[in-house]
Each structure stands twice: as structure tokens, then as C-alpha cells.
């Protein structure tokens, strides 16, 4: 098509296709120097340098790794590089090579005649690097193994121990012989391997080629392994230190790294150490003397992560607990992630601000080991830690603890057993109902100098502050968080909850919070079926059908018809045991079998599996929870059997591997088409999978949704009925549902059977004011069978099909959340930098505010929308500084796209990009009134490529 000006768009110059469709809209939217003096070192790089991170810990917080370029983990924490691919971090593993402890796993293996002596701080063996099999040894058994697991790159250790046992020039220059041959022999291997070295200076003329960076330790801060103590480095050192480093730079130009060393509490030691190798021209990195801590580097992300501590019922699943049901929607929306921690348990120990932005605690019952909790609470807050407690203190309140948190306890009782309120705080308290004082349900304690009381309760001269802002953060007693409405089974909340925390927290109000609800402006929009009732009849006649008496229908062929007509584009599950030989169903399940088939072959179908026998209680087929009762209820309406499973098969014992493998391996070869296999498991019953459930699908390399329960309705109009996005359990993530399936609009199957229209108010009510949610169109096999159900699924697809969206699968949004808990946002001066794996593509910033187009890189555009304004990024990494949206540049940009917008690039007077939508593409550009904009097709269905160019 030849080009037109953006004015002329809506005129017969603009041929529009039937798969291709182009908008354009003009919218006019709204260096410190070293405390010994020292020189900065020369860098003969003009570049700037990497920026560098060490983390010896277990669970790795890789939303603060990604924002580094390389990311160096011990490898066996049980990381898992493959599980976050980053495209700007390298993940490095840990590897020694000078010396070995016995705990290593490649240990037995290693002859003991090339061990040479001991490294009594560490409790490792030397090696000795001459022997002439070493190098082949250390790259089968050391590096082959982490390169398998998906490391890219590896911090080579202890290049200097052979000084240990080696005594002359001749013994130090076989072992500096052997150590080159071990670096060359990794590189021959892997050529693609970066490396660092720590130290290994003696050896750089002959391997310096091979480098990626050089690091050492303590340049102004030092570790005493063996005194366990945090030292001075003296200026001697110093000083021999920063001569090599000139050699590096002069002679290699390689960058160089100094890991220092400062103690985990004393956050002023490190940033004041990171500061002083900053300015010598070096990358720092400041962590503790273990490296089990997030250090302080040359960037400085922010916090993303939040502990909630609480106590649920023993023997069920983390799903159903107050932190996940209750706190976590408000903290996911204001852009953070969740560890939680059973308070039974022994509580987190060392330092926990290098990794949480804050602690939430609910508890609904006095802690067990009141003294191990007090005291654990009483250092974070002394650490500078800030709190929130909700419901309860988990103790009774005397003095001295009241002391600790800055309260005063009061004494006596509520008169006449009455307690109202004398003040309340309008901004924070009577958020979705009005407080409503208990006189038997109270603690009795007022705020302190410094505090400020949210919602103080009195009763004659008897005076409690029921919820409260401190120093260290904040508390709201029961029942002034959530208020149980028993008799309808909803709930309120009576406080603010995202108010309050961010509040309490101290969470910053400005910074750019990634958002898995919206791409390019515009709401994600997904469907999935869940396989229950494949193999029921359908009891209406359809138009479409050709049903008799002899060949009757299932619920999946008015269902096919509908999915082939209307296109939206739909991610399709089936139970194994309902469509395979061994089921109940086995006289006509290879008719189901043709059904499935059909449905798969459609191009806007994805394949998942609901399991092979749709397991009802997880936690209790997995030996995790309690029995249910023997008349449990099963998803579509009729009673489990004794197995806990829905479909009974002969013979068979539960197993989870039997469950997701095989029943991905089954619709893979049985019922998917060539070229389709399952890209996602659809948890089946209550969705309370525990942790080695999730490990399965991991394992298996698919996505995984379902649970959650969002319900939020105008006759339940209340933020705790939004589920948050997931939880996590140990190492794995459950995606929960973005709503609720059609059972619980229509009663369980009861009717009525057109209920489904009411999942319309849901996605209206998690959108305005605030988008909580993306839509889904999440419903049963079951929706085939009846004309009322059937009618009504219609209604809604044509609903959110006429709303400006974003289609996407369920495996899209899945990876979006992964990426979600994998982002990083870093401060750099006035910009800020947002890092991911390039599946996310949305930051939100305040109502507003916008990106400056005119210095932003990897930002495509911008579009305000409930709650703030969504900016689009164009990849993996975007930079960005923030501006009023009143101060706004006049630049064109993409306001909205309906697909992903790939290979964006700016020029000097314009900018392209490929659209690849799951429906026919559609975009909106902003200020391009004196631009020329071109399109054409791309080979892909549904995909086209944009030119914009301005001015002359």
C-alpha cells in the first residue's frame, strides 16, 4: 500500500483487508573520590562497563539479579538458569578450580594423589593443577554438567591457591601451566563460555583473550574466613591491588570487578565501600563475607519482594490461607511478589532487607515460642525493617512488648460492654463498610509520640487505638481488617488495604510497577476450557448440529462450532481418562477422541490437559492434607468417590507423574493434531496443588492456571473476593485463574443456567477504577450441553470481543506472570531501567505521569488507563525518565496495538515495528499529524509491518 498522511487515514486512500486492519488516530495526550586519595584508575574502554552481582544463597531473588549483566550463583542452591532465561543477565555458576571441598559432588571421583594440601579457613582440598588429566576432568565433571543446566557463564575461583603447597618457580609455573591449560580447555569445549577470573593475575598474559571480566576481593573491605571477622584492608594491598588493576585496563582493557566485603546489618558500610570503588573506575559489588545476602553493586534495584508470616491451619494448602486470600491482591497490584512463612516454623534469620521491601504478619492466634517471636520481631524492626500487622500482635500485649513497638497498654475494660468510635481516619478506615467496634473483641493498647491513630475507640475513660501508623510501620487489630459477613460467606475490608500498606511499608509511590493485565494499552483478553463433561450429551437441538437419535451430540461439537465461528482465540483442555479405552466412557470415547481432534485443529485452539482423572483434592491424593468428607462435591456438581478422583479408572493408583506427563504424552499422540502438543496443565478440583504437583508441570515444560477464585460481583462488591495473581510454592509458581468459571455464576449446575452473564460485572468490576485483573473467559465442557448456557457463553464472547483488547492463550499470560516475578526496576539517576525476559511488556506509573519519548529506549508508547498510565515496552529492557503529562513532548508513538509489537526501532524522524496479533492486527498512533504512515503484510497470518516517517 502506498503511504498516506496520518489525516487522510479514515478516506478511501486506506484500503483495509479483511485480516489486516490499520487505525491511526491523532491523539495529542495528554563520583565520590577514595578515602586514601587513591586516582581513579584509567579505563581504556569509553563504554560503560557491566555490572556485576555474586550470590551464593539459596532461592536466588532474581528479580534483583536481572537488573545486573551477569549474575554469578552457586550452583548448588538449586537454581535453575533454564527457568529464567534473561537476555541481558548471564547466568554465571560458581566454580572452583584451585581448590575442592569434599561436600562437592565430583569430589569422590577425583584421584586423591592430585590433591596436594588444605585450605584450613575453608575446610577444602588443593588441587593440583599439573596433573595432565585434570583439565579434561575439571571440564567433564565441573563445567559439562552446569553448562547442561543452563549456565552461560562461570566465575573461575581460587586461580591463586596453588601457592599453598606450590614452593618454587619451577612448582608455581607447572601449576600457572595448568591452570591455563584448564581455562583453554573450557573455551575449547564451550567456546560461546564467558568467564571470569577471580584474581589469576599471574596467568592473564597467557589467557586474557579468553576473559570476560577479572574480579577480586577486598579492596578497602575484607572477610577473615578464619577469625570470621570483617577487617581493614591495609593500604599496602590497596595499593598492590590497584596496580594490577592498571595492567588489566592498560594492557587487556577487560573490566575488572572488586567484591568487598561489609556485614550484613551495616547497609552505611557498603554503599560507603561500593561509593569508594565506584570512583577508582572499578565495578563494586558489597556483600556480606558468606555472599548469602543481596549485595550493593553498581546499580541498586528496587525491592520487589514481600515475607507475610501467618498461621494457617495445619494440613491445607497455601491457597486458602489469609496471606494469600487477603494480602496478596493489593501488594501484587502495587507491583510486588510474596515468600510466605508459616510462624509455627522457625522463623527467617540474618539479614531479610536485602531481599523485602517489607513484613507483612497475620495471625489469628497466639504464636507458639511467644519468646523466639517477640525477640525476631523486635530486630526488624530495630534493623529498620518496617511491619505491618493485621488481626492480631500473635501475643498478649503487657508492657514491656508494648514498650518495643511504641505503645502504651491500657488497662481496664469498655464500659457496659460498649465500644464506638471516637475518630477515624477518612482516607484509610471505612473503606467497604464502616468500622464496627466489638466490646469482646479488642486489644487494649493507645499509640505513642511519633504514631498516628487510624480509628481510636472509646468507652467512658477507656481509650484504644484499634489501628494505627508507627515508626516502624503499622497495625490494624481484628475486626478492623477484614470483617466476616458469616451468613452470605463474603467479607469486607474495613481498612484501606493498599493505603495502608503502602503506608506502613514506606513503599514508594513513583516507581514504574510491571503489570501483567494489559499489553500495549489495551486489556488482555484470554479463554480456556476446562475438559469436565466432554463426554455429555448436548440437550437442545443446535442449527448448526447433526444430531439424531441414533448419532447424538456432545458438548463439544456445539462448542467446535462456536470456537470456528467466532475465533476469539480459546485454550482447550481435556481429561484423559473421559476420552481414552480405559475410562468409563470406552463405548464411544473414540468418538470423543474425533471431537478433540477437531477442536485442536482449529488455529485460535491451544492444547492443554485437565489430567488424566481430574483429581479433586490434591493435597489429600498427594498424602498432604486431611480426608474430605466422603460427600465431597465435585466441580460438576456430582459426588467424588473414595479415590478422590473424578474418573474412576480400573486398577489405577494415584501418581503425579501418571497425572501430568502421561496425560500430556496421551493428548499429544492420541488427540492432538501433528504439529500441536499441550502447551499448558489446567489444574483440576479445588486447584490446591502442592508443591511437587507444580514440579511436574515445570518438569514437563508447560504452563500451568487454575485457582484462585475471583469473584468479585455487585452482590459481592468487595476486593477480597479478587484472587491475587499466583502464590509460591518452594521453587514453583501456581498461575491462579485471572475469574471464576461459569459453576459458580450458575449455582453449581443448578441453575440458572444462563448465570454466566453475570461474569460481565467481574470483568467490569477488577477494570474500574482498577484494572486488578486481565479478562478470561474461563468455563466447562459442561457450557455444550444446555441452550441457556450456551446462549449466554455467546453473549460474553461477543461482549469482550467489542471492548478494546489484547487476545492472547493461556500459555501467554502464564509466561507473563513467570516474567512478572523475574523484573527487575532499577533507579538510575532520573531514569528508571526495567529489566525482564522480554515476555511482559507493561510498566504502569501513576496517574499523570508519562515516559519522556524523547530520551526513552525499548518504550514503544503510552496510554492512560484505569489506574495510572500504561507504558509499552518494546522488549527486554526499556529506559525511561518520567515526566508530567502536561510537559509531554509532541512525539509520535503507539498508543495502542491489539498484538505484540516486535523489532521496534526509532529513527530520526520516525520509527517501525512488526504487529503480530492472534486476531487481525489493529493499532492507534499518537501525534502523527505530519507523518506518513505504510503498512504492509507480513508472510504470518495476522502480522504486518509499520512505517512511520515524519517531516520531511
Not at 544463597?57 to 550452583?75: F, K, Q, R
Request: hydrophobic fraction near 40%; glycine fraction near 8%.
Amino acid at each position: 500500500m502506498a503511504g498516506c498522511y496520518a489525516q487522510r487515514v479514515f478516506g478511501s486512500a486506506l484500503r483495509m483487508t479483511p485480516r489486516v486492519v490499520l487505525v491511526v488516530l491523532l491523539v495529542l495526550l495528554v563520583s565520590l573520590a577514595s578515602a586514601t586519595g587513591a586516582e581513579p584508575v584509567p579505563q581504556s574502554q569509553p563504554q560503560p562497563q557491566p555490572s556485576f552481582a555474586f550470590y551464593y544463597g539459596n532461592d536466588p531473588p532474581v528479580e534483583l539479579l536481572s537488573a545486573y549483566d551477569a549474575a554469578v550463583i552457586e550452583p548448588e542452591s538449586g537454581f535453575n538458569p533454564l527457568a529464567h532465561a534473561l537476555p541481558h543477565t548471564t547466568w554465571f555458576a560458581y566454580a572452583s578450580v584451585g581448590e575442592v571441598l569434599p561436600s562437592r559432588s565430583y569430589y569422590a571421583a577425583l584421584p586423591k594423589s592430585w590433591l596436594v594440601g588444605h585450605n584450613e579457613a575453608w575446610a577444602s582440598r588443593v588441587v593440583d593443577q599439573s596433573q595432565p588429566g585434570w583439565p579434561a576432568f575439571f571440564v567433564e565433571h565441573v563445567i559439562d554438567p552446569l553448562w547442561d543446566r543452563g549456565y552461560r557463564g562461570f566465575f573461575l575461583d581460587t586461580l591463586d591457591s596453588y601457592q599453598l603447597a606450590a614452593k618454587t618457580d619451577a612448582q608455581r609455573a607447572q601449576q600457572q601451566a595448568g591452570l591455563v591449560a584448564v581455562i583453554r580447555a573450557i573455551k575449547a569445549r564451550h567456546p560461546d563460555a564467558k568467564l571470569i577470573f577471580n584474581r589469576g593475575f599471574e596467568i592473564l598474559p597467557q589467557v586474557h583473550d579468553l576473559a570476560y571480566a577479572v574480579a577480586f576481593e577486598s579492596l578497602f573491605r575484607g572477610w577473615d574466613a578464619s577469625a570470621y571477622r570483617y577487617v581493614e584492608v591495609k593500604d599496602a594491598d590497596r595499593d598492590w591491588l590497584l596496580g594490577q588493576v592498571r595492567t588489566i585496563r592498560e594492557q587487556y582493557g577487560l573490566p575488572v570487578v572488586s567484591i568487598d566485603y561489609c556485614a550484613p546489618a551495616d547497609r552505611a558500610c557498603a554503599l560507603e565501600t561500593a561509593a569508594k570503588i565506584r570512583a577508582l573506575g572499578i565495578v563494586p559489588f558489597v556483600t556480606d563475607g558468606q555472599l548469602q545476602t543481596m549485595g550493593i553493586g553498581a546499580i541498586e534495584p528496587q525491592l520487589r519482594r514481600i515475607l507475610v508470616v501467618q498461621d494457617p491451619q495445619p494440613r491445607t494448602d497455601l491457597n486458602t490461607t489469609d496471606g494469600v486470600r487477603y494480602v496478596a491482591t493489593p501488594l501484587n497490584y502495587l507491583g510486588y511478589t510474596i515468600d510466605y512463612h508459616d510462624v509455627r516454623q522457625p522463623l527467617p534469620q540474618g539479614e531479610l532487607r536485602d531481599r523485602y521491601a517489607g513484613i507483612v504478619i497475620w495471625l489469628n492466634d497466639q504464636v507458639p515460642r511467644v519468646g523466639e517471636y517477640r525477640a525476631w520481631l523486635a530486630r526488624q524492626i530495630e534493623s529498620g525493617m518496617h511491619v505491618a500487622i493485621f488481626t492480631s500482635f500473635g501475643t498478649e500485649m503487657d508492657g514491656q512488648f508494648a514498650q518495643k513497638l511504641g505503645l502504651q497498654t491500657v488497662a481496664g475494660k469498655p464500659a457496659n460492654g460498649t465500644l464506638a468510635v471516637e475518630s477515624s481516619d477518612p482516607q484509610l478506615m471505612g473503606f467497604e463498610m464502616v468500622p464496627r467496634p466489638d466490646p469482646g473483641n479488642y486489644v487494649g493498647v493507645r499509640v505513642g509520640p511519633g504514631s498516628r491513630s487510624l480509628l481510636r475507640l472509646h468507652s467512658g475513660s477507656f481509650t484504644i487505638d484499634a489501628a494505627a501508623l508507627t515508626p516502624w510501620g503499622g497495625y490494624v487489630m481484628r475486626p478492623f481488617a477484614v470483617f466476616e459477613l458469616s451468613n452470605v460467606d463474603q467479607a469486607r475490608w474495613v481498612v484501606q488495604p493498599m493505603a495502608f500498606l503502602r503506608a506502613a511499608l514506606r513503599l514508594p509511590t513513583d516507581a514504574p510497577v510491571p503489570d501483567t493485565t494489559t499489553e500495549n494499552g489495551r486489556r488482555l483478553l484470554m479463554s480456556h476450557i476446562d475438559g469436565d463433561g466432554f463426554a455429555s450429551r448436548v440437550e437442545f437441538r443446535d442449527s448448526g448440529g447433526n444430531a439424531t437419535p441414533q448419532s447424538p451430540e456432545y458438548s463439544g461439537d456445539p462448542l467446535y462450532r462456536m470456537l470456528r465461528d467466532i475465533g476469539v482465540p480459546t485454550t482447550v483442555s481435556l481429561i484423559e481418562g473421559e476420552v481414552s479405552d480405559e475410562g468409563p466412557y470406552r463405548a464411544f470415547a473414540p468418538h470423543l477422541r474425533a471431537i478433540g481432534k477437531n477442536i485442536f485443529g482449529l488455529q485460535n485452539v491451544e492444547v492443554a490437559t485437565h489430567t488424566f482423572t481430574h483429581p479433586l483434592q490434591w493435597m489429600w491424593v498427594t498424602g498432604l492434607g486431611d480426608a474430605p468428607s466422603k460427600e465431597a462435591t465435585t466441580e460438576g456438581g456430582g459426588v467424588a468417590n473414595y479415590h478422590g478422583l473424578s474418573i474412576p479408572i480400573p486398577g489405577y493408583q494415584f501418581s503425579i507423574d501418571r497425572e501430568i506427563a502421561g496425560s500430556i504424552k496421551f493428548i499429544d499422540t492420541q488427540v492432538a493434531p501433528p504439529g500441536k502438543s499441550v502447551r499448558v496443565v489446567l489444574w483440576s478440583g479445588d486447584c490446591q496443588v502442592p508443591e511437587p504437583v507444580l514440579k511436574a508441570a515445570y518438569e514437563a515444560g508447560v504452563m500451568n492456571l487454575n485457582g484462585g477464585d475471583t469473584l468479585i460481583t455487585k452482590s459481592n462488591p468487595s476486593w477480597t473476593a479478587i484472587a491475587p495473581i499466583g502464590v509460591r510454592k518452594g521453587r514453583y509458581y501456581q498461575v491462579f485463574a485471572p475469574n471464576q468459571n461459569e459453576e459458580l455464576y450458575t449455582d453449581l449446575w443448578r441453575g440458572p443456567f444462563y448465570g454466566f452473564r453475570r461474569v460481565l460485572e467481574t470483568f467490569e468490576m477488577t477494570d474500574k477504577p482498577i484494572r486488578f485483573k486481565p479478562i478470561d473467559v474461563y468455563y466447562h465442557m459442561f457450557s455444550g450441553t444446555k441452550y441457556a448456557s450456551m446462549k449466554a457463553l455467546r453473549e460474553v464472547l461477543h461482549a469482550v470481543l467489542a471492548q478494546p483488547v489484547t487476545p492472547v492463550f493461556v500459555s501467554d499470560y502464564s509466561r507473563n506472570v513467570l516474567d512478572w516475578l523475574d523484573t527487575s526496576v532499577t533507579r538510575d539517576g532520573r531514569f528508571w531501567v526495567v529489566r525482564n525476559g522480554g515476555q511482559l511488556r507493561t510498566v504502569r506509573l501513576p496517574a499523570g505521569k508519562v515516559p519522556d519519548m524523547t530520551t526513552a529506549s525499548g518504550v514503544v508508547g503510552y496510554l492512560p488507563g484505569p489506574g495510572g498510565t500504561y507504558v509499552h515496552l518494546a522488549g527486554s529492557e526499556a529506559r525511561f525518565a518520567v515526566l508530567d503529562a502536561s510537559a509531554a513532548p509532541h512525539v509520535p508513538y503507539v498508543a495502542q496495538a491489539n498484538g505484540r509489537i516486535e523489532h521496534f526501532s526509532r529513527t530520526g524522524n520516525g520509527f517501525a515495528f512488526d504487529l503480530r496479533a492472534r486476531v487481525a492486527p489493529q493499532f492507534w498512533l499518537a501525534n502523527v499529524g505530519a507523518c506518513r504512515v505504510t503498512q504492509h503484510a507480513l508472510s504470518a497470518k495476522d502480522s504486518l509491518h509499520v512505517d512511520v516517517t515524519c517531516g520531511s
